[in-house]
């Protein structure tokens, strides 16, 4: 498995940015696809991006594309969100997600195997 940690979360206008990262531990790292994921109060949660091995791939959620980026840095054993033009509707927690030994992207949750314990956004408007 891999260990995620996330950070970058935080209170923010409307119309802002952030850019959320997810630290990895594992020299498996650049060999999993990394996936974001976020859980508003009351909803389920929510895919929002993918990103391949090598970032040259990626995929996004059918509301997220335009304002969202994913990309990584496996130098780093990092993987990033910028949010672009945020609103209030992307309140919620945001996970960062690795699924290990797989080279297909892919939205379901359920075919990540190692989760991180998410940072809070909050938008104000």
């Known amino acids: 498995q891999v260990q995620l940690v996330e950070s970058g979360g935080g209170l923010v206008q409307a119309g802002g940015s952030l850019r959320l990262s997810c630290a990895a531990s594992?020299?498996?790292?650049?060999?999993?696809?990394m996936g974001w994921f976020r859980q508003a109060p009351g909803k389920e949660r929510e895919f929002v991006a993918a990103i391949s091995w090598g970032g040259g791939d990626t995929v996004y959620g059918n509301s997220m594309k335009g304002r969202f980026t994913i990309s990584r840095d496996n130098a780093k054993n990092t993987v990033y969100l910028q949010i672009d033009s945020l609103k209030a509707e992307d309140t919620a927690v945001y996970s960062c997600?690795?699924?290990?030994?797989?080279?297909?992207?892919?939205?379901?949750?359920?075919?990540?195997?190692?989760w991180g314990q998410g940072t809070q956004v909050t938008v104000s408007s």
């Open positions: 594992g020299r498996i790292f650049s060999s999993s696809i």
């Open positions: 997600a690795a699924r290990t030994k797989a080279t297909m992207l892919s939205r379901d949750q359920r075919l990540y195997d190692s």
